[in-house]
């Protein structure tokens, strides 16, 4: 569903840190990144799964809470800088919430953008799992 022992490399002196990703840490080859920011706290995102798409997130900035759930497991994770890189495989619903005012999340997608291989409907998604 999701794995957490992937770890940015810190670097910490008197004038700042810097923080480091290796690819080779990430499953799968990385054709997109965005990140999110400017989110009014109140607001939820994602809310939906993709059929084939893996991602990995990496707070650069805040903190968020990330909702990952599938029709018997839910968890939350509270994403913050030093929370270890989040990498998430396909088919797994996913809500971020709480965002709070500096928060900017990075994520690393495995494909382009393709509409059709989201799924937004949560009913629609318990009848896509069990399929699977």
């Known amino acids: 569903m999701f794995e957490t022992n ?3 490399q810190v670097f910490d002196d008197e004038f700042g840190n810097l923080r480091t990703l290796n ?3 990430i499953p ?3 054709k997109r990144l965005y990140w999110i920011s400017c989110v009014p706290r109140y607001a939820v995102r994602g809310r939906h799964a993709h059929k084939t798409l893996e991602q990995f997130f990496i707070m650069l900035s805040g903190s ?3 909702v990952l759930k599938n029709h018997k497991f839910e968890t939350t994770l509270k994403l913050t800088v030093d929370s270890p890189i989040i990498v998430l495989m396909s088919g797994v619903w ?3 919430s ?3 005012s500096n928060a900017v999340l990075m994520v690393g997608a495995s ?3 393709d509409e059709s ?3 937004r409907d949560w009913d629609e998604y318990v009848n896509w799992l069990e399929k699977q």
């Open 28 to 30: 799968f080859s990385v």
């Open 6 to 8: 992937k770890k940015v």
């Open 117 to 119: 291989d989201y799924i």
């Open 94 to 96: 996913r809500e971020l």
């Open 64 to 66: 968020v809470n990330l």
């Open 98 to 100: 709480e965002f709070s």
């Open 111 to 113: 494909e382009e953008y």
């Open 23 to 25: 690819f080779s840490e």
